[in-house]
């Protein structure tokens, strides 16, 4: 949640409202709903694929962080921040 904030608060710092909103509502139930019986992956997965679709990369990749912690791998700066 850490990345998101610091993402939410560039993309808000460079104007890009739509993306701030829309970064915000993909994270709003990953707190609440992560590991519960109800989790999907792939429906966080798919929406942050969505919003970089959309927006593009500014910071970080959520979709490949949601992969990596699907399978249990350490999330690293390799992944987190795109050099692009």
């Known amino acids: 949640m850490g990345c998101a904030f610091h993402e939410l608060q560039f993309r808000a710092g460079r104007n890009q409202t739509k993306a701030a909103v829309e970064l915000a ?4 139930n990953l707190p609440q709903a992560h590991r519960t019986d109800h989790f999907k992956f792939s429906y966080f997965h798919n929406l942050f694929r969505d919003f970089h679709l959309s927006h593009g990369y500014l910071l970080y990749d959520f979709a490949a962080m949601i992969e990596d912690i699907k399978h249990n791998k350490e999330l690293d700066s390799s992944i987190m921040l795109r050099s692009d």
């Not at 509502?25 to 709003?28: R, V």
């Open 25 to 28: 509502y993909a994270c709003h």
